[in-house]
């Protein structure tokens, strides 16, 4: 499914994170809780660069859940749950090679 990133912000003071997601012809708002944002990498961060820097990560959970037919809906909420339910199903990256000078 195709989407695009109309706008995405932290809300600073509670810490949570929105994103008006297009979604073919329409769009979705996607909230994204203080605690997804806590839960999404290592070291726990709810900051905005944290937020940003997982946009697109936070946008392709909401893609699995729009695609239920019970979350058919206009507003899509991103939990801690989610996020690791997400974590559970991607293979961690591999750890990177570092070439030893010759």
């Not at 695609?67 to 996020?83: E, G, H, L, S, Y």
Request: glycine letters at 4%; aromatic letters at 6%.
């Amino acid at each position: 499914m195709e989407y695009g990133v109309v706008a995405a912000g932290l809300d600073a003071d509670e810490k949570s994170g929105c994103i008006i997601l297009q979604v073919g012809s329409q769009c979705r708002t996607v909230l994204v809780t203080r605690r997804a944002i806590l839960n999404v990498a290592s070291p726990p961060r709810a900051t905005k660069a944290r937020f940003l820097e997982h946009v697109e990560t936070f946008c392709e959970i909401a893609l699995n859940r729009m695609r239920m037919p019970i979350t058919n809906q206009d507003i899509v909420v991103i939990t801690a749950n989610d996020v690791r339910g997400w974590r559970r199903h991607w293979p961690s990256l591999p750890a990177p090679l570092f070439s030893q000078p010759t």
